[in-house]
């Protein structure tokens, strides 16, 4: 063979070895950080992981967040719920609300706050003894604006760290032009926090947390998708479940619930219904309700609806749920809210 057609012959060889190389080089395996593909009997299983959590989770809502919030003392704040004031200005940075009958034909809200600091709280309203009777589970600030005679003496007595409107200066509580007084009176947490320093309220809370899951679980119960609360003539709360989301979009007297702060929807990861014994006692129509002791009720997440008991053995300690086999309820990481009824509410699931 000739030298010029051996050179030919040998540069043809080496074209086809480096051709088969980088064919192999193509196919090796790509590494993915996140996840894992997994070929088995022709089905892809996909592992994900989780991000990491920074912080520690809030008793009050199983949500992460810095350890120097979490380790701060709750507050606790009166929400007007007059048609009036609405719509509530902060209400969605409360880990916990719960929401009472008041005088016919109202009820009121109570938001209990650690992680989160609005700028904006209002309108505030004054205090009944069931209110405090449950802030004290939380050995919360009480933020207020009078109250009852009863609240007013509970409040004494008992000597919660008080913030009261009737007694504070107006660069503590102050009243905005946009609504008409009583139901304009209005704080922000950066203020209530300095106030609690200023008068020496201890800074850390000593209370008793909600358990909470570590990672959002369903439950096995009825099709809770809308749930509505009928807890007067003209005077209802409802919820509809937004699926892809996970979370229960609420609504008030039929109208969807806004944070006046920025118009965002009022939402719940739990729901808790309880049932508590209430009477009117005074020509006023100022209730009481019956929160020491057990009852019935209901927790709602992720679409589904379990019956529950309550148990609450005297004024200062925590309420405890439980289902109908006595495991104490784990709560869903999320917002909670916490509608206390008459055992005669009418209550409807769909």
């Given at each position: 063979?000739?030298?010029?057609?051996?050179?030919?012959v040998?540069?043809?060889?080496?074209?086809?070895?480096?051709?088969?190389?980088k064919?192999?080089?193509?196919?090796e395996?790509?590494i993915?950080?996140?996840?894992?593909?997994k070929e088995?009997?022709?089905?892809?299983?996909?592992v994900?992981?989780?991000?990491?959590?920074?912080?520690?989770?809030?008793p009050?809502?199983?949500?992460?967040?810095?350890e120097?919030?979490?380790?701060r003392?709750?507050?606790?704040?009166?929400f007007?719920?007059?048609?009036?004031?609405?719509?509530?200005?902060?209400?969605?940075?409360?880990?916990?609300?719960y929401?009472?009958?008041v005088?016919?034909?109202?009820?009121?809200y109570?938001?209990?706050?650690?992680?989160?600091d609005?700028?904006?709280?209002?309108p505030?309203?004054?205090a009944?003894?069931?209110?405090?009777?449950?802030?004290?589970?939380?050995?919360?600030?009480?933020?207020?604006?009078?109250?009852?005679?009863?609240?007013?003496?509970?409040?004494?007595?008992?000597?919660?760290?008080?913030?009261?409107g009737?007694?504070?200066?107006?660069?503590v509580?102050w009243?905005?032009?946009?609504?008409?007084?009583?139901?304009?009176l209005?704080?922000?947490m950066?203020?209530?926090?300095k106030t609690?320093?200023?008068?020496?309220y201890?800074?850390?809370g000593?209370f008793?947390?909600?358990?909470?899951?570590?990672?959002?679980?369903?439950?096995?119960?009825?099709?809770a998708?809308?749930?509505g609360?009928?807890?007067?003539?003209d005077?209802?709360?409802?919820?509809?479940?937004?699926?892809?989301?996970?979370?229960?979009?609420r609504?008030?007297?039929?109208?969807?619930h806004?944070?006046?702060?920025?118009?965002?929807?009022?939402?719940?990861?739990?729901?808790?219904?309880?049932?508590?014994k209430?009477?009117?006692?005074?020509?006023?129509?100022?209730?009481?309700?019956q929160?020491?002791?057990?009852?019935?009720g209901?927790?709602?997440?992720n679409?589904?609806?379990?019956?529950?008991?309550?148990?609450?053995?005297?004024?200062?300690e925590?309420?405890?749920?439980?289902?109908?086999?006595?495991?104490e309820?784990?709560?869903?990481?999320?917002?909670t809210?916490?509608?206390?009824?008459e055992?005669k509410?009418?209550?409807?699931?769909?």
């Open positions: 063979m000739k030298l010029k057609a051996k050179i030919i040998i540069a043809i060889l080496i074209g086809i070895l480096s051709t088969g190389c064919k192999e080089k193509l196919e395996p790509t993915v950080e996140d996840k894992v593909d088995e009997n022709n089905d892809t299983e996909i994900e992981v989780s991000p990491k959590k920074e912080g520690l989770p809030s009050l809502s199983g949500i992460y967040a810095e120097e919030k979490i380790n003392r709750p507050v606790a704040v009166m007007d719920n007059h048609h009036s004031a609405r719509w509530q200005s902060g209400l969605k940075d409360a880990e916990i609300i929401e009472f009958l005088e016919a034909p109202y009820t009121r109570m938001g209990i706050y650690l992680i989160n609005p700028p904006s709280i209002g505030i309203r004054s009944r003894p069931y209110f405090v009777t449950t802030l004290l589970e939380y050995d919360a600030v009480y933020v207020r604006v009078g109250g009852s005679e009863q609240a007013k003496s509970d409040v004494q007595t008992l000597k919660v760290a008080d913030i009261d009737l007694s504070s200066s107006n660069k509580f009243r905005k032009n946009h609504k008409k007084a009583p139901h304009n209005y704080s922000s950066e203020v209530i926090r609690q320093e200023e008068r020496k201890k800074m850390v000593e008793t947390p909600f358990k909470f899951m570590e990672e959002d679980t369903e439950i096995e119960g009825s099709i998708n809308k749930v609360i009928n807890y007067r003539k005077n209802s709360t409802e919820y509809k479940y937004d699926s892809e989301k996970k979370v229960y979009i609504n008030k007297d039929g109208k969807p806004i944070d006046e702060i920025d118009e965002s929807p009022i939402i719940a990861k739990n729901i808790i219904i309880q049932e508590a209430t009477k009117v006692i005074d020509k006023e129509g100022r209730l009481e309700i929160l020491v002791g057990e009852g019935q209901k927790y709602i997440t679409g589904k609806a379990i019956d529950i008991k309550w148990v609450k053995k005297a004024r200062s925590k309420t405890l749920y439980f289902n109908l086999e006595g495991k309820i784990i709560l869903n990481p999320g917002i809210w916490i509608q206390i009824v055992p509410t009418e209550i409807i699931f769909e």
